[in-house]
């Protein structure tokens, strides 16, 4: 988990003088960020890890092939969606949320650093980036576009494990998290910890079997419900078998995200100049 990389990509472990003689190019800048949530028993809470591994490994491909990428400090607290009820996690609403990333984005402007890539790792990010990026264009016709890993993820895991066994092993506690962890953060796993796969809890608030995070089912159409994870999760885990899960798994994923990564910060830095 250590940050220090040769070469240094992490902005935080540049001295002041590396910093403005690094960013006098306005290189591509990746912003990563995650959440602090429960991701089943065997899980650390920490997702926010993950996606800033991710965006580092991403930003020495990138750089190593030609294309000069830094990493920001991550993110580690997400928008708040659905995961109040765990003990020890940290959220903040939709509304800070958006207020920070503009924040965050704004210091980065005021100094040139213009080419800035969110590398997001949680679903209640999706609206509060969607928001930011959309004031860039509108107000200053400046693009910030975004990643979110783990949507790449559920659409790479059938061409990589086949698509009976991504349906098996997909969802919330198991892959692609749980996999990616495994390989990249094995010491962080609680393999003795891993669940049996469960199927969804069926009972709402409206008597209607849940068939996601806020949605449930009446006469086949989707209803959107209020509701909190535990009311349809087991400890986290949705209806991916965790079991399933494995590093060689993961070691692809990363592999293939960070391929994605680099080559589109290739591709964003042919589109927009420095």
Same mark, same amino acid.
């Given at each position: 988990?250590?940050?220090?990389?040769?070469?240094?990509?992490?902005?935080?472990?540049?001295?002041?003088?590396?910093?403005?003689?690094?960013? +006098?190019?306005?290189?591509?800048?990746?912003?990563?960020?995650?959440?602090?949530?429960?991701?089943?028993?065997?899980?650390?809470?920490?997702? *926010?890890?993950?996606?800033?591994?991710?965006?580092?490994?991403?930003?020495?491909?990138?750089?190593?092939?030609?294309?000069?990428?830094?990493?920001?400090?991550?993110?580690?607290?997400?928008?708040?969606?659905?995961?109040?009820?765990?003990?020890?996690?940290?959220?903040?609403?939709?509304?800070?949320?958006?207020?920070?990333?503009?924040?965050?984005?704004? +210091?980065?402007?005021?100094?040139?650093?213009?080419?800035?890539?969110?590398?997001?790792?949680?679903?209640?990010?999706?609206?509060?980036?969607?928001?930011?990026?959309?004031?860039?264009?509108?107000?200053?016709?400046?693009?910030?576009?975004?990643?979110?890993?783990?949507?790449?993820?559920?659409?790479?895991?059938?061409?990589?494990?086949?698509?009976?066994?991504?349906?098996?092993? +997909?969802?919330?506690?198991?892959?692609?998290?749980?996999?990616?962890?495994?390989?990249?953060?094995?010491?962080?796993?609680?393999?003795?910890?891993?669940?049996?796969?469960?199927?969804?809890?069926?009972?709402?608030?409206?008597?209607?079997? *849940?068939?996601?995070?806020?949605?449930?089912?009446?006469?086949?159409?989707?209803?959107?419900?209020?509701?909190?994870?535990?009311?349809? *999760?087991?400890?986290?885990?949705?209806?991916?078998?965790?079991?399933?899960?494995?590093?060689?798994?993961?070691?692809?994923?990363?592999?293939?995200?960070?391929?994605?990564?680099?080559?589109?910060?290739?591709?964003?830095?042919?589109?927009?100049?420095?």
């Amino acid at each position: 988990m250590a940050a220090l990389t040769s070469p240094k990509v992490h902005m935080g472990t540049l001295t002041g003088g590396e910093g403005r003689e690094a960013f +006098s190019k306005n290189p591509i800048i990746l912003l990563p960020m995650g959440s602090h949530e429960d991701q089943g028993p065997h899980a650390p809470m920490g997702d *926010y890890l993950l996606a800033e591994k991710v965006a580092e490994l991403a930003a020495l491909r990138a750089t190593a092939a030609g294309t000069p990428t830094f990493v920001a400090p991550v993110l580690p607290f997400g928008g708040a969606d659905w995961f109040g009820p765990m003990v020890g996690g940290i959220a903040i609403s939709q509304a800070t949320l958006i207020s920070v990333i503009t924040d965050m984005v704004a +210091s980065l402007h005021r100094n040139g650093l213009t080419r800035v890539i969110v590398i997001n790792g949680h679903g209640g990010n999706v609206g509060p980036i969607a928001e930011v990026a959309r004031a860039l264009w509108t107000e200053k016709k400046i693009v910030m576009p975004s990643l979110y890993l783990w949507r790449i993820s559920y659409g790479l895991l059938p061409g990589l494990i086949g698509a009976e066994k991504a349906k098996a092993v +997909s969802g919330h506690g198991a892959d692609p998290l749980t996999s990616i962890g495994l390989h990249l953060f094995p010491e962080l796993l609680r393999t003795d910890m891993i669940p049996e796969a469960q199927p969804l809890k069926n009972d709402s608030v409206l008597g209607l079997p *849940y068939t996601g995070l806020g949605a449930a089912s009446f006469q086949g159409a989707e209803i959107g419900l209020p509701m909190e994870y535990d009311d349809t *999760y087991h400890q986290g885990v949705a209806k991916g078998d965790p079991k399933l899960c494995s590093a060689e798994t993961g070691a692809v994923l990363v592999d293939k995200l960070t391929q994605i990564v680099a080559d589109f910060s290739a591709h964003f830095a042919s589109k927009v100049p420095a």
